[in-house]
């Protein structure tokens, strides 16, 4: 018992020691100890609220980066389609004047071969002219005048018929 009941002489003096450790603990101690705890919950809860916020933040960023994708995407199909329309009228353009340009090279081709044609049916003309007025002086055994063949040639033209038809 004698270990369980505290001895008086050195109980009072401790227990004075102890209220005065605890008045002086609980004047400067306590309070300091109070603060450092106070500010460092108000630093975790700055904290905390600077990680929210920023976590909205970056909701609200990626929306906001979201929306100018669609709408990048929107732009670019808008630019593909503008690329393909304009591609479709050059081709139109170029095929209307590829088309434009044979039928003028058709066209003066045309206009060559009616013009050798017609050179070559008068050089064919003048020979058969020419022809005729040698055959007809051999037969008739003497020579005429230009103008007497022209004549007799002309004739003959009008009594045979044109060589055009």
């Not at 603060?35 to 909205?56: M, N, Q, T």
């Not at 170029?94 to 071969?113: N, S």
Request: some cysteine; proline content about 2%.
């Amino acid at each position: 018992m004698e270990m369980l009941i505290p001895n008086l002489g050195e109980f009072i003096p401790t227990l004075i020691a102890f209220i005065v450790l605890v008045i002086i603990l609980a004047k400067f101690g306590w309070p300091a100890i109070i603060g450092i705890l106070d500010r460092r919950k108000e630093k975790i809860e700055s904290d905390l609220g600077a990680a929210e916020e920023a976590r909205v933040e970056g909701e609200r960023t990626l929306e906001e980066y979201k929306a100018q994708l669609a709408d990048a995407r929107q732009e670019a199909a808008t630019i593909v389609a503008e690329a393909k329309q304009q591609g479709a009228a050059v081709q139109a353009d170029l095929t209307a004047q590829a088309q434009a340009e044979a039928d003028q090279i058709v066209a003066k081709a045309r206009d060559e071969i009616e013009s050798e044609k017609r050179a070559a049916i008068a050089e064919l003309q003048s020979s058969v002219a020419d022809l005729t007025v040698a055959v007809a002086s051999r037969v008739v055994g003497e020579d005429l005048t230009d103008a007497e063949h022209r004549k007799l040639i002309e004739r003959c033209v009008d009594e045979a018929g044109s060589l055009d038809a």
